[in-house]
């Protein structure tokens, strides 16, 4: 089982997005995925069609429910839901002044049953505690990078995090993919953040992207995947070709977890 958080510290960088369609994505591959919504916006459980109210992750990190036990089935084939909550938020600033609350929920995600393939966190797109959980809990930090001047800046703050959390919390915690999204190859600035991003991070960066796409959006507004909203279209596409990159990299021998390397512009200030 793969525990991947899909995390940005920039808002809008395409998190929600990229979770709740590379999940269909994967699901749609034969893969059993499970995604866990950690933002307390519940984005990605209102996509899947999750109304706030039940139970869910608010559960698990406030009354030590099972993870398990709040799983919900989506119409997205081979994808299931822990759904968020709007009063996640109020509850993380509870639990806040609480010792050891940022493993609360590593030790739920460890007492799951081993029936997913994936399991898919979606993190709020800050650094508070509940982003602190989920980089303390998993294996893998995707980051879906939205292409604007300010993404290699975001991204080196990221990395920061994550040596950080590494050192503290999970010496086994990797930043391992970083996915160009929203891409407009008809611009030059697009051609050069990609390219910035594959001197910088390297084989980090997925050969797939995500191109800049209307239906998307509107997938989002018709709670469906793209994949299943428009599955001939280029944002289905593309996120199969995502989907199609990380379990290819993920059948090959894992690496040596390693620091993450700032790119030479960072380190040169």
Known sequence: ????????????????????????????????????????????S??????????GLLDVLTSNVHLSDVVHQTAAKGVELVPSSSWLA??????????????????????????????????????????????????????????SPMALAGVARLVETVDLIRDRLNPELELAHLLACRVDARTNLARDIVQALREGFGEKVLDAVV???VRIREAWGYGQPVTVYDPAGAGAEDYRAVASELVKRHEKTPAVTTRTKKPATERSR
């Not at 958080?5 to 034969?30: D, P, W």
């Not at 997913?116 to 993190?123: M, Q, R």
């Not at 650094?127 to 980051?143: I, K, N, Q, R």
């Open 90 to 147: 109020s509850a993380e600033k509870a639990l806040a002044g609480e010792p050891g609350a940022e493993l609360v929920f590593r030790k739920a995600l460890r007492r799951l049953p081993g029936r997913w393939d994936y399991v898919l966190v979606d993190c709020p797109p800050a650094l508070g505690l509940l982003t602190v959980s989920a980089l303390a809990a998993v294996e893998e930090v995707l980051v879906p990078v939205e292409l």
């Open 211 to 213: 191109r800049e796409s």
């Open 46 to 55: 209102a996509w899947l069609g999750v109304k706030d109210g039940g139970r």
């Open 1 to 44: 089982m793969k525990t991947l958080a899909v995390t940005n510290q920039k808002g809008g960088s395409g998190k929600t997005t990229t979770a709740v369609n590379l999940a269909a994505a994967l699901g749609e591959r034969g893969l059993r995925v499970l995604l866990v919504d950690l933002d307390p916006q519940a984005s990605a």
